[in-house]
């Protein structure tokens, strides 16, 4: 059955990126409020990090189910219940008077993020013109950045007023008006097909994420031993899950994407640049609160030049991408997160919070020009058929990306006693990354040309 959609793309497009600014930028709201959390109900760090990491599984679960789910349930009536689940979600932590009620609430929140990406990239997909893809694509780039970048901010300015409850208040009226704009503009725009869920692969790639996550988010906190038997077992049951899928003839997700080189390619770069996002608004503002001994408050607001920048760079590299490709946007945007980043980890030691937005600035302007170009470079290599599972591989790309930011930079920082090296080692750790997305990157130049010069060809 195919649904044709009222509404101007603007309009769904509009929706969409509201959505997933909302639901990244429920990604780290919680994370500045941790130690009230931990004085007001009684637990300690390794109890209240799974208000973060359960978070996470449970986001990153949800998102290859979406894919099924988009071709089962009508458009609107799947977008509506996802954000309903934040809204649901939302109260139960507002009105929670312990760990686990707030934990169900985080949860509940976290089954809705998972599929409210994918719903709203594929959204974008569905309406958006060839000819304005990068524009739109763009957009939902900046949303993406903005959505982490600036939860921290404002959980900061909350917190200087009001308890960790008034978080979840916050965030539970920014996920009315999503749902209220659902009902309001949202049409029906995905063709159902109604693929039949394998159970057994729901149940593979469930372990295979929540394994690797969970390793990878605590084998510098945890139990060593146990974060590699997770990572191992999680590996395992992603083999079984590529096995299975290759043999169904109604796979949950289609790997085949994969198996196109430059969309293969696009997934990497984009993870890159997200990881270097995730990392580095962890990593400043930790820095600054314990070498330089600044607020919470202040230490946020180091980040705001960059996030408000962003927003402007994100839908302007959009542009050129409908224009010109991604031919010098990728590599430029990878030389400034490289060259940056390696001059943060020279500034440890000026203690000037002005110099480190500075250098910052042009490390999150480089990744507004690379993830938008990117994303619509990669999927303009796939089939109509093929778009709702290359984007479901890209949305789980996002949920990896966040673990490894998150955890992997922030369990390098804390390997030095002092934070000042733990600084350094951080940011250079992701000048490595970038300088790797560069080559990626230069490689992806060729990829372009050979697909022009073929268009041209067909064409004569």
């Given amino acids: 059955m195919v649904y044709v959609s009222a509404r101007k793309p603007e309009t769904i497009v509009f929706i969409a990126a509201f959505s997933a600014f909302l639901a990244t930028f429920n990604e780290t709201f919680l994370n500045v409020a941790f130690s009230p959390i931990m004085d007001n109900l009684g637990v300690g760090v390794s109890t209240v990090q799974w208000l973060a990491t359960a978070y996470m599984l449970g986001a990153a679960v949800m998102v290859p189910v979406s894919a099924f789910l988009y071709r089962s349930v009508p458009t609107k009536c799947l977008y509506l219940i996802s954000v309903g689940l934040l809204v649901a979600g939302s109260v139960i932590g507002a009105l929670a008077v312990n760990f686990p009620m707030l934990l169900v609430g985080r949860i509940v929140q976290a089954i809705g993020t998972g599929m409210l990406i994918p719903i709203g990239m594929n959204i974008t997909l569905e309406v958006a ?38 978080l979840f208040w916050v965030f539970t009226a920014l996920s009315a008006i999503c749902f209220i704009c659902g009902v309001c503009l949202l049409s029906n725009v995905a063709e159902l097909t109604h693929p039949k869920l394998d159970l057994a692969s729901t149940i593979q ?28 077992v999680g590996i395992l049951c992603l083999i079984a ?80 991408y ?59 290599f796939l089939t109509p058929e093929l778009n709702p599972h290359g984007v479901t591989v890209m949305s789980t790309g996002f949920q990896i990306a966040g673990c490894i930011g998150s955890s992997l930079f922030s369990g390098v920082y804390s390997l030095s ?9 951080a940011s250079l750790l992701a000048a490595v990354f970038a300088l790797g997305g560069f080559f990626l990157a230069l490689y992806v130049r060729r990829l372009e040309k050979r697909k022009m010069v073929m268009a041209v060809v067909t064409r004569d």
């Fill in 417 to 425: 006693a002092a934070p000042s090296n733990g600084f350094t080692a």
């Fill in 205 to 232: 790639v469930g372990f295979a994420l929540i394994g690797i996550l969970y390793g990878v988010s605590t084998i510098f906190s945890g139990n060593i031993l146990i974060a590699l038997i997770a990572i191992v």
């Fill in 322 to 380: 409908d224009r010109y490709g991604v031919k010098a946007l990728l590599p430029l945007g990878f030389v400034l997160i490289c060259v940056c980043t390696f001059a943060l980890a020279l500034a440890k030691n000026t203690g000037s919070p002005v110099l480190l937005a500075a250098l910052y600035i042009p490390v999150i302007c480089g990744s507004a020009l690379i993830i938008g170009p990117v994303q619509s470079f990669a999927l303009s």
């Fill in 129 to 166: 013109q060839k000819r304005k893809l990068g524009t739109y694509m763009g957009i939902m780039g900046a949303m993406t950045t903005l959505g982490p970048s600036s939860s921290v901010i404002v959980a900061g300015v909350l917190l200087s007023f009001f308890n960790w409850h008034m």
């Fill in 241 to 320: 899950f590529i096995a299975r899928q290759n043999k169904l003839s109604e796979p949950l997700i289609n790997l085949r994407p994969l198996s196109v080189k430059p969309f293969a390619i696009g997934v990497i770069i984009n993870m890159i640049s997200l990881v270097v996002i995730f990392a580095m608004n962890i990593v400043i503002p930790v820095f600054m609160q314990s070498a330089l001994e600044a607020s919470a408050l202040d230490s946020s607001l180091t980040l705001f030049p960059a996030i408000l920048l962003s927003c402007v760079v994100s839908p302007i590299a959009g542009r050129v």
